[in-house]
Nanobody
Framework: EVQLQASGGGLMQAGGSLRLSCAAS????????IGWFRQAPGKEREGVSC????????YYADSVKGRFTISSDNAKNTVYLQMNSLKPEDTAVYYC?????????????????????????WGKGTLVTVSS
């Protein structure tokens, strides 16, 4: 059974840090892009970050660039999102998703496809709350 499970969310004060994990089971990351998305109450879903296994590239939304870092541990089949300098506007449910691309795509290209709904797997989210 294929599963993606996001974890690591919690309550943090502004300026603090959290590390989210996305653990995959039932498939390996070869030829996959893994993306992090978030959705705050009353707002549209936003693509936050992505990592491409085909070329190792990464993508960050402007809203998190310089503060968030995505990384992958293929041995553990886990992707991490290190979130530093958290802001109240980072409050949202964070989800991870996976998309299979048989050809090489950069993380930015993969995020573009995934944002349009081109995902193979979508995991349950983890809530991040940042207080001011």
């Amino acid at each position: 059974e294929v599963q993606l499970q996001a974890s690591g969310g919690g309550l943090m004060q502004a300026g603090g840090s959290l590390r989210l994990s996305c653990a995959a089971s039932g498939f390996t990351f070869d030829d996959y892009a893994i993306g992090w998305f978030r959705q705050a109450p009353g707002k549209e879903r936003e693509g936050v970050s992505c990592i491409s296994s085909s070329d190792g590239s990464t993508y960050y939304a402007d809203s998190v660039k310089g503060r968030f870092t995505i990384s992958s541990d293929n041995a553990k089949n886990t992707v991490y999102l290190q979130m530093n300098s958290l802001k109240p506007e980072d409050t949202a449910v964070y989800y991870c998703a996976a998309a299979h691309f048989p050809s090489i795509l950069t993380a930015a290209q993969a995020m573009g496809v995934m944002t349009q709904g081109g995902m193979d797997y979508w995991g349950k989210g983890t809530l991040v709350t940042v207080s001011s």
